[in-house]
């Protein structure tokens, strides 16, 4: 027996490690074709993001190729978590479409032990992630964003700005107060030309002009319309006072710049010194860093505004020889009074001057700490982002397997409009936390960690109802829930049988017809439905109508014997009998007190109040209806008797 039982025992886990491996092998395959579609979705959102830097720059194959590989490796952890809920989704939505997840949990598996090698695999999914983003991350970020700086640097026809001066060009100085993307025309443009030298500047100002670059990618060809030029002419003497200028006035003007737009790359470590260029031993070191220098400089800064605001402490020697000197404290308004308007207006000027000056260093100081504490947190993010991100592939997942369990919908209908609808809430959520935590509106850990906070209930909850066969996805649930709150009621459906074991007793039932229909006209006749109902009765009886659930009983089983009748006429005359709603006319809840306290708040009570009297109406008009088919039923069996 104990050998029997060890092999039952051995087949039985090498069963359940054959059903391991299907359940991998069919999360892996989705898994990776989700994962290259995800991460295909980014990176166009991601190209369009930057295509104005790349597009008329005459960049060369490997330029694109570079910045193609880089952007995919910043972008691999992003796709990590949607390609996890998508795939999961599928795979699940697939077991419960081909009823294989119902076979599992026929043979006694329940739906955490299905989920347990996948939940293995995406534990080493994260894993992978974390180690990407620290390791592989920083380096990859580091050359992504220098191949874009001088990606933009190279040619700079397209990146001037409007309503700013643009000083990218070596020697010129560009101002464009609008400018016309699809056309490429600048208007109310205005150039410094410093080649000469600073004192010697050309000035051109224009209504319209064109800025491109010329087919040997060496100089920048310049069409100006409409406007005039302003040169300095060189001194003939050091010391003369008036310089000539020469102005010139122009209906079109072409002129060539030189400018070397052969693609160069920037030093990268201009840049690795960014948040997003840091690995967690780096950006640990950096925040501990920074935070012991921003608070040293701090209390710097304290100190020696303390140090102004403080009064002038004289030595013992001084304050002696002030009070041999000075019988009286000095007043400063007093001495101000008495001083005359020259050395007032003096006094006045130098203390504004001051002032200006005080003002101007506290908001040096102010946007210097600004900006270092935004340099602090956005370091502090990093470091909880590349642990909320790796974390959130096992939310996702704890997400999407219960849910398509729960929806039984493969393919890539439902599953991708549920995984995109989940993934929204976590992007907005998450960017909020990001944008709250640089700002310091928000904990810093808050910030990183609130997306994690909203979606981990929402992986329990689904896990919980799915596990426990939930209906919450079965929109028949819901349908049914919104037809018993508006009153609305199925019609029957009988038609002839094509097989009739017994006929109906017609005998029996000509006598029960006879007897619900008087029991139907004695009770509306006992209940005044047409009335509206006393509003204090409606909320503090809560006593069951067990009159009416008799009758719709004793109804269905007359229905239910006819209906295996033969004659066409009776079981068209069936299907006019209304199905009963047996409680909708009474108080809305079986509890006492909570049918009191719905009346006492009057928006709830009045709503409960006209849906109960529209229900005694409906319900008046059932009751003789069913008399009326009893009786037309009646006659047909009389009918069918006498033939």
Same mark, same amino acid.
């Given at each position: 027996m104990l050998i029997l039982r060890l092999i039952a025992q051995d087949k039985r886990m090498l069963r359940i490690k054959k059903l391991d491996i299907f359940i991998i092998k069919s999360f892996s395959f989705l898994f990776v074709g989700t994962f290259f579609i995800c991460l295909f979705i980014f990176m166009m959102q991601f190209l369009w993001r930057y295509v104005d830097e790349m597009v008329g720059k005459g960049l060369d194959i490997n330029s694109l190729l570079k910045f193609f590989y880089y952007s995919a490796l910043v972008l691999m952890p992003v796709s990590l978590p949607l390609a996890v809920l998508l795939a999961s989704l599928i795979t699940f939505g697939n077991f419960g479409e081909r009823f294989e997840l119902l076979a599992m949990k026929a043979a006694g598996i329940p739906l955490l032990r299905i989920m347990r090698p996948l939940i293995i695999l995406i534990g080493f999914v994260s894993c992978a992630s974390f180690y990407f983003q620290n390791v592989t991350g920083p380096e990859s970020n580091v050359k992504l964003t220098t191949l874009l700086y001088s990606m933009k640097q190279k040619s700079p026809e397209l990146d001037i700005p409007e309503g700013a001066f643009y000083d990218e060009i070596e020697g010129y100085n560009l101002y464009v107060k609008k400018k016309n993307k699809e056309t490429g025309m600048l208007y109310s443009v205005m150039i410094y030309n410093f080649s000469d030298g600073f004192e010697n500047a050309h000035i051109l100002v224009a209504d319209s002009g064109k800025l491109e670059i010329s087919e040997d990618k060496k100089f920048l060809k310049l069409h100006l319309y409409s406007g005039e030029q302003f040169e300095n002419l060189k001194q003939q003497t050091r010391n003369a006072n008036n310089i000539p200028y020469r102005r010139e006035s122009f209906c079109e003007k072409h002129t060539l710049i030189d400018f070397d737009s052969n693609f160069n790359m920037m030093n990268a470590d201009l840049f690795s010194g960014n948040a997003n260029s840091k690995s967690i031993k780096e950006l640990e070191h950096s925040i501990d860093s920074m935070s012991t220098r921003y608070d040293s400089i701090g209390r710097n800064y304290y100190k020696e505004a303390l140090s102004k605001l403080e009064p002038i402490r004289l030595t013992p020697m001084d304050s002696a020889k002030l009070k041999t000197s000075v019988a009286k404290t000095i007043n400063a308004d007093s001495l101000f009074r008495v001083s005359s308007k020259a050395q007032q207006a003096r006094f006045l000027k130098a203390a504004?001057?001051?002032?200006?000056?005080?003002?101007?260093?506290?908001?040096?100081?102010?946007?210097?700490?600004?900006?270092?504490?935004k340099s602090l947190r956005k370091h502090q993010l990093e470091w909880h982002n590349k642990i909320a991100l790796s974390l959130a592939c096992l939310v996702f997942f704890f997400i999407g397997a219960p849910l398509g369990a729960i929806i039984r919908k493969g393919g890539l209908g439902m599953p991708v409009i549920v995984s995109v609808i989940i993934f929204l809430i976590y992007y907005i959520v998450n960017t909020m936390g990001t944008k709250m935590g640089k700002e310091g509106e928000w904990h810093i850990w808050i910030g990183a960690w609130i997306s994690t906070f909203v979606l981990a209930p929402m992986g329990v909850f689904f896990t919980y109802k799915s596990n426990n066969d939930s209906v919450v996805f079965n929109m028949d649930t819901y349908i049914e829930a919104i037809r018993k709150i508006l009153g609305l009621r199925n019609n029957r459906h009988i038609s002839k049988k094509e097989v009739i074991i017994e006929d109906p007793d017609y005998a029996c039932l000509y006598d029960e017809l006879g007897k619900i229909s008087l029991d139907c006209e004695k009770y509306a006749r006992l209940h005044s439905f047409a009335k509206a109902p006393n509003y204090l009765k409606v909320f503090t009886n809560n006593e069951k109508d067990c009159v009416i659930a008799e009758l719709s009983q004793r109804l269905e089983a007359i229905v239910e014997e006819l209906s295996n009748s033969k004659d066409g006429? #009776? @079981?068209?005359? $069936?299907?006019?009998?209304?199905i009963l709603i047996i409680g909708a006319h009474k108080s809305p809840f079986?509890?006492?007190?909570?049918? #009191? @306290?719905?009346? $006492?708040?009057?928006?709830?009570?009045?709503?409960?109040?006209?849906?109960?009297?529209?229900?005694g109406l409906r319900l008046d008009k059932d009751l003789k209806r069913i008399e009326e088919t009893s009786r037309e039923i009646q006659s047909y069996i009389e009918q069918s008797k006498q033939k």
């Open positions: 504004s001057e001051k002032a200006v000056v005080m003002q101007n260093d506290l908001s040096f100081k102010s946007i210097m700490m600004s900006e270092s504490d006429k #009776i @079981l068209n005359a $069936l299907n006019n009998y209304p079986s509890n006492r007190w909570l049918n #009191i @306290l719905a009346g $006492l708040v009057i928006p709830v009570g009045l709503f409960f109040y006209f849906r109960i009297w529209r229900f």
